[in-house]
C-alpha cells in the first residue's frame, strides 16, 4: 500500500510564493509518476504539474514558468515550489501518485488560497 499526504497551503497574496510537499510512504518502490492536481469551485481537477522516476518533469500551460516541480529520493517528498501566484491558482491542490501498474493513489488535498 501506499499513502500520500500533501502539506503547504495556506492564504497568500498575488505575486507571493509557497511550497506545497507531498509525502508518498508505504511500497514506494512501485511508484513511477507523482504530479500535483487542482481543482478549483466548479472547475475539473487538472494536472498542474509531473515528474516520473527518471526526473522528467511537465507542467501545464497556464503555470508554466511560475511553478516548479522537485523530488528528494531521499525523503520520499515531491515538492511544488510555486512563485508569482495568481488568484486563479486558488484551488484544492491533490498530490497523485502512479504504479507502473496503473495503480493510482490520491492524497486529501491542500486548500492555496491566493487574494487579489
Known amino acids: 500500500q501506499v499513502q500520500v499526504v500533501e502539506s503547504g497551503g495556506g492564504l497568500v497574496q498575488a505575486g507571493g510564493s509557497l511550497r506545497l510537499s507531498c509525502v508518498v510512504s508505504?511500497?514506494?518502490?512501485?511508484?513511477?509518476?507523482i504530479g500535483w492536481y487542482r481543482q478549483a469551485p466548479g472547475k475539473r481537477r487538472e494536472l498542474v504539474a509531473g515528474?516520473?522516476?527518471?526526473?522528467?518533469?511537465k507542467y501545464v500551460d497556464s503555470v508554466k514558468g511560475r511553478f516548479t516541480i522537485s523530488r528528494d529520493n531521499a525523503k520520499n517528498t515531491v515538492y511544488l515550489h510555486m512563485v508569482s501566484l495568481k488568484p486563479e491558482d486558488t484551488a484544492v491542490y491533490y498530490c497523485?501518485?502512479?504504479?507502473?501498474?496503473?495503480?493510482?493513489?490520491w492524497g486529501k488535498g491542500t486548500l492555496v488560497t491566493v487574494s487579489s
Open positions: 497523485h501518485a502512479e504504479e507502473i501498474a496503473g495503480v493510482e493513489y
Open positions: 508505504g511500497d514506494t518502490f512501485s511508484i513511477n509518476a
Open positions: 515528474i516520473d522516476s527518471g526526473g522528467s518533469t
